[in-house]
T-cell receptor
Framework: NAGVTQTPKFQVLKTGQSMTLQCAQD?????MYWYRQDPGMGLRLIYY???????DKGEVPNGYNVSRLNKREFSLRLESAAPSQTSVYFC????????????FGPGTRLTVL | KNEVEQSPQNLTAQEGEFITINCSYS?????LHWLQQHPGGGIVSLFM???GKKKHGRLIATINIQEKHSSLHITASHPRDSAVYIC??????????FGQGTRLTINP
């Protein structure tokens, strides 16, 4: 049982480049989330998916797109990276019913130059 | 004003001391989470509670729904407890709202 996995762990991009962060969970969870964590800001929700086939914006969605490929996988895409997107990105999942714990991936440290 | 406020923001203590971290929130909630994040590390769920008190080893979490307040206690603190502790609340939809975190340092 791997839990929540994320790739890559580290990435450096130049301004304007694009990339996709991958996330997968093997706990059969319905809900999946993408957060960013910046110093002094706490965790902020970018997008979430309450179930396969649905996605919703969170607190800071601008500059990002997501795809819930299937129940296991939820990817985050930066179409044209900007220095303001330098951050640590965490994927998470949660069981059904909204009463479960959230399980977090190990994080992706992204630097945009 | 943030929906979830933690205090203190930073806490340094000596090994063995009793630690208390506080979390206040301003919205109705269905559950409150305490999370732990070690330096450079991932985020681990410690507790999820909607009422009363939970205990796991040396960690105790309490919540007072009427006062919109939760506390995380660590008994007999150890340097390995040094981490950032994050409070998060769920209010309705399947989303969490996070506090800023409390950075705890336990000196030997």
């Amino acid at each position: 049982n791997a839990g929540v996995t994320q790739t890559p762990k580290f990435q450096v991009l130049k301004t304007g480049q694009s990339m996709t962060l991958q996330c997968a969970q093997d706990m059969n969870h319905n809900s999946m989330y993408w957060y960013r964590q910046d110093p002094g800001m706490g965790l902020r929700l970018i997008y979430y998916s309450a179930s396969e086939g649905t996605t919703d914006k969170g607190e800071v969605p601008n500059g990002y797109n997501v795809s819930r490929l299937n129940k296991r996988e939820f990817s985050l895409r930066l179409e044209s990276a900007a220095p303001s997107q330098t951050s640590v990105y965490f994927c998470a999942s949660m069981g059904s019913g909204g009463a479960g714990e959230q399980f977090f991936g190990p994080g992706t440290r992204l630097t945009v130059l | 004003k943030n929906e979830v406020e933690q205090s203190p923001q930073n806490l340094t203590a000596q090994e063995g001391e009793f630690i208390t971290i506080n979390c206040s929130y301003s919205v109705g909630i269905s559950a409150l989470h305490w999370l732990q994040q070690h330096p450079g590390g991932g985020i681990v769920s410690l507790f999820m509670l909607s009422s009363g008190k939970k205990k796991h080893g040396r960690l105790i979490a309490t919540i007072n729904i009427q006062e919109k307040h939760s506390s995380l206690h660590i008994t007999a603190s150890h340097p390995r407890d040094s981490a950032v502790y994050i409070c998060a609340v769920r209010s309705g939809a399947q989303k969490l709202v996070f506090g800023q975190g409390t950075r705890l340092t336990i000196n030997p």
